[in-house]
């Protein structure tokens, strides 16, 4: 299987852990030593910070490296912290950034049509897929007003929230699920039988969880080798091909 992590941060976190990566470097010795191929990755002070900082030092300390994919955040346009949809559409192209994050929870603001309806118009019209860190819940509500937008709900677990998750994943088909936290044993299995593979991917969530213990979910899930290499990979150079900046 070849693993394209879509949940990956480089940086110092805010918490922590037992393990992160400070560098480029030490991200992909992270990588090799867990067996992921390719990562999407973002700034811890996208997160802990704000977009506006994150998104420079993702430029800046992120050295070119073709396992190595930036993403940019964004927040609000109203308190004009980052240049308006439009303009920073280009700044994206020009910088080839096919992916975008929020963390609404760590900054504090709605994810919803109100708030963000600018940003998500956009996103959906170009095929930009919207990596939401906030739970399942508060996603469903840009969903409504947005059913082509593409969403990969972030670290959904660990605990299984299959009653909550179900229901969105049958009313858009454009709805995602990272693997970061879908732990409980026999989910992603009950889950390719009802659904198919193509809504999950593979995430590790590092330097939140562990690399490894996603990728070793998913290397002995019992379910097809296509399957396998659907979730590891696949799906989101899928997604990402399909990005229209």
């Known amino acids: 299987m070849r693993f394209f992590d879509c949940n990956c941060a480089l940086g110092i976190p805010g918490m922590q852990g037992f393990r992160f990566a400070r560098t480029s470097a030490e991200l992909l010795e992270e990588m090799d030593y867990c067996g992921v191929d390719q990562a999407l990755v973002y700034h811890t002070a996208m997160r802990y910070d704000s977009p506006e900082v994150g998104n420079r030092l993702i430029q800046e300390e992120l050295e070119p490296n073709p396992r190595l994919v930036p993403t940019w955040a964004i927040q609000p346009s109203q308190t004009e912290e980052l240049p308006a949809p439009e303009t920073f559409l280009a700044q994206m192209k020009a910088h080839h950034i096919r992916a975008l994050r929020v963390f609404p929870d760590e900054h504090q603001y709605a994810l919803d049509e109100r708030t963000m309806g600018d940003w998500l118009a956009m996103m959906e019209e170009k095929h930009i897929p919207l990596l939401a860190k906030t739970s399942c819940l508060r996603i469903a509500n840009v969903m409504d007003p947005f059913p082509n937008l593409i969403v990969v709900a972030m670290a959904q677990g660990p605990h299984s929230l299959e009653r909550h998750l179900r229901?969105?994943?049958?009313?858009?088909?454009?709805?995602?699920?990272?693997?970061?936290?879908?732990?409980?044993?026999?989910?992603?299995?009950?889950?390719?039988?009802?659904?198919?593979?193509?809504?999950?991917?593979?995430?590790?969530?590092?330097?939140?969880?562990?690399?490894?213990?996603?990728?070793?979910?998913?290397?002995?899930?019992?379910?097809?080798?296509?399957?396998?290499?659907?979730?590891?990979?696949?799906?989101?150079?899928?997604?990402?091909?399909?990005?229209?900046?």
């Open 167 to 245: 229901p969105i994943v049958e009313r858009y088909r454009n709805f995602y699920i990272d693997t970061a936290s879908y732990m409980v044993d026999g989910l992603i299995e009950r889950f390719c039988q009802r659904y198919g593979c193509e809504r999950l991917l593979f995430g590790s969530g590092y330097p939140d969880n562990c690399s490894g213990s996603a990728l070793l979910r998913l290397a002995q899930a019992d379910i097809s080798d296509e399957d396998k290499d659907a979730i590891a990979g696949g799906n989101l150079t899928r997604i990402l091909e399909g990005v229209q900046l």
